[in-house]
């Protein structure tokens, strides 16, 4: 119950920091960095090691149920999922008040190539991997979880 109530903080400073940025915007490193601690949860709370999360992030594997969970647990708790759907205005609202500028076209651009999988009816753990499946095959830059 603690390791949950310590990654719900984490979680609530990011979003609120996410929400509250005016003048800061990162760079999809900045965010990667950020991330790290949630990755870290998500990997810990799918029970797998950061190998197999590095092997089906490459597409070396077929990732089994719960390591496409470990995609679901990232984007549940950054809000980009919810109720198993994809949430894509979120994702643009995010990038919108978070990214910088110059990356603003590309990755809503991203988001829009792939609203077909976001809108898919399937098991959010499979969804979550399908639709960053999606983002990484049409622009690897943008797949700033893994």
């Known amino acids: 119950m603690k390791e949950t109530g310590t990654i719900f903080f984490i979680s609530l400073v990011f979003m609120a920091n996410l929400q509250n940025i005016e003048s800061k915007r990162y760079t999809f490193e900045d965010i990667k960095v950020a991330l790290e601690p949630l990755k870290k949860h998500c990997i ?3 029970g797998k090691d950061q190998k197999v999360i ?3 992030n490459n597409f070396k594997i077929v ?3 719960k390591t496409q969970c470990y995609y679901k647990c990232i984007m549940l708790n950054t ?3 919810k109720n198993d759907k994809i949430v894509e205005k979120a994702l643009i609202n995010i990038a919108e008040h978070m990214l910088l500028e110059e990356y603003l076209p590309v990755v809503v651009k991203t988001i829009e190539q792939c609203h077909s999988t976001a809108t898919k009816s399937m098991e959010g753990c ?3 991997y399908e639709y960053y499946k999606c983002l990484y095959d049409v622009n690897p830059t943008i797949a700033m979880y893994a």
């Open 44 to 46: 810990d709370r799918v």
């Open 54 to 56: 590095d092997d089906a």
């Open 63 to 65: 990732p089994d149920w």
């Open 79 to 81: 809000k980009m999922m």
């Open 126 to 128: 499979a969804l979550a």
